[in-house]
């Protein structure tokens, strides 16, 4: 449509209501991850007096798990295969319309309502199979889930840095602009090279060709 900013994404429900919980601000769910990760660990060393190290320990292990999630529900949630018109919707309004408009700065996150629920919801799962030293953990999964949305942000809204974290930059485009088969890691390309869904560089290839 002529004069529509290409910032701007599709309507996705009829509900005014509805498609109003679709869209948020950057700000609401970083400050509900970051600090729901921060508190659960504090509340750990402070007020439940869990050991200092092993609770550590476990805020890092939690936050390097999160990369591990991230990667298996974008690849296999987020890239389902859309074999219904039914998964095809839930493809869609999960996922698909943010590849159709990566620029649309209100769909790059969970609205706050979500973000609480999602929250709670892994931090009471962490604590129900773990005990208290869930909490650590899970605080942990909190700040790796707030570092991802922070990632994600950065790279669709911002030009790549002249410095290492270029690299996530480019890793994310090559899933978005080359083939949406690959690259499903976004705020690290680990493990994309463990489990093999690293997607070629065109630029590479190219340069490959030429000197043959």
Same mark, same amino acid.
């Given at each position: 449509?002529?004069?529509?900013?290409?910032?701007?994404?599709?309507?996705?429900?009829?509900?005014?209501?509805?498609?109003?919980?679709?869209?948020?601000?950057?700000?609401?769910?970083?400050?509900?991850?970051?600090?729901?990760?921060?508190?659960?660990?504090?509340?750990?060393?402070?007020?439940?007096?869990? #050991?200092?190290?092993?609770?550590?320990?476990? $805020?890092? !292990? @939690?936050?390097?798990?999160?990369? *591990?999630?991230? /990667?298996?529900? &974008?690849?296999?949630?987020?890239?389902?295969?859309?074999?219904?018109?039914?998964?095809?919707?839930?493809?869609?309004?999960?996922?698909?319309?943010?590849?159709?408009?990566?620029?649309?700065?209100?769909?790059?996150?969970?609205?706050?309502?979500?973000?609480?629920?999602?929250?709670?919801?892994?931090?009471?799962?962490?604590?129900?199979?773990?005990?208290? #030293?869930?909490?650590?953990?899970?605080?942990? $999964?909190? !700040? @790796?889930?707030?570092?991802?949305? *922070?990632?994600? /942000?950065?790279? &669709?809204?911002?030009?790549?840095?002249?410095?290492?974290?270029?690299?996530?930059?480019?890793?994310?485009?090559?899933?978005?602009?080359?083939?949406?088969?690959?690259?499903?890691?976004?705020?690290?390309?680990?493990?994309?090279?463990?489990?093999?869904?690293?997607?070629?560089?065109?630029?590479?290839?190219?340069?490959?060709?030429?000197?043959?």
């Amino acid at each position: 449509m002529a004069g529509k900013s290409i910032s701007e994404s599709g309507r996705l429900f009829k509900s005014p209501l509805l498609e109003a919980l679709t869209k948020t601000h950057i700000a609401f769910p970083l400050t509900i991850f970051y600090g729901t990760g921060v508190a659960a660990l504090l509340i750990t060393l402070f007020k439940l007096e869990q #050991p200092v190290m092993t609770s550590v320990v476990l $805020f890092v !292990v @939690g936050m390097f798990f999160f990369t *591990l999630v991230e /990667y298996t529900v &974008h690849r296999y949630f987020y890239h389902m295969d859309t074999t219904s018109p039914r998964k095809a919707r839930i493809q869609y309004v999960f996922h698909g319309v943010h590849h159709d408009h990566p620029r649309d700065k209100k769909r790059l996150a969970l609205p706050p309502l979500m973000s609480v629920l999602v929250a709670a919801m892994f931090i009471g799962l962490f604590m129900l199979v773990m005990g208290l #030293p869930g909490l650590a953990f899970g605080g942990g $999964f909190m !700040v @790796g889930y707030a570092t991802y949305l *922070l990632a994600h /942000y950065a790279i &669709h809204v911002y030009n790549p840095p002249k410095n290492f974290l270029k690299v996530i930059w480019k890793h994310h485009n090559l899933h978005h602009y080359v083939g949406d088969s690959g690259a499903f890691g976004v705020s690290s390309p680990f493990w994309d090279h463990i489990f093999g869904t690293m997607p070629e560089d065109p630029l590479a290839k190219k340069k490959a060709t030429v000197k043959a």
